[in-house]
């Protein structure tokens, strides 16, 4: 079993900076694509940037410029800094990875989440 546990998260004003950080533990072969999630009150889930084994990044429109999402493979640890912070930033941030578990398997793991608050 692989067990992703999120830090970093809290209360800031519009405009500062926090790092989260997603580590995995657990029975891991290799870790492929990681993930960051986010949801708002009444709102959908929401993709907020990925990384691949091989560092390739994607992010959401909404956060392209100001979030930067990196890995650490040796620590099995995924982070998302993210500057410039809006009180729309506000939501629980998850992270997710794509984890070859087993010799035969892989799975989608979930942390648990952190909240983040921006205020104006």
């Known amino acids: 079993q692989v067990h992703l546990v999120e830090s970093g998260g809290g209360l800031v004003q519009a405009g500062g900076s926090l790092r989260l950080s997603c580590a995995a533990s657990?029975?891991?072969?290799?870790?492929?694509?990681m993930l960051w999630y986010r949801q708002a009150p009444g709102k959908q889930r929401e993709l907020v940037a990925t990384?691949?084994?091989?560092?390739?990044?994607n992010y959401a429109d909404s956060v392209k410029g100001r979030f930067t999402i990196s890995r650490d493979n040796a620590r099995n640890t995924v982070y998302l800094q993210m500057n410039s912070l809006k009180p729309d930033d506000t939501a629980v941030y998850y992270c997710?990875?794509?984890?070859?578990?087993?010799?035969?398997?892989?799975?989608?793991?979930w942390g648990q989440g952190t909240q983040v608050t921006v205020s104006s």
């Open positions: 997710n990875a794509y984890v070859q578990d087993t010799i035969l398997s892989g799975n989608l793991y």
């Open positions: 990384i691949t084994s091989g560092h390739s990044t």
């Open positions: 657990g029975s891991i072969l290799r870790i492929n694509t």
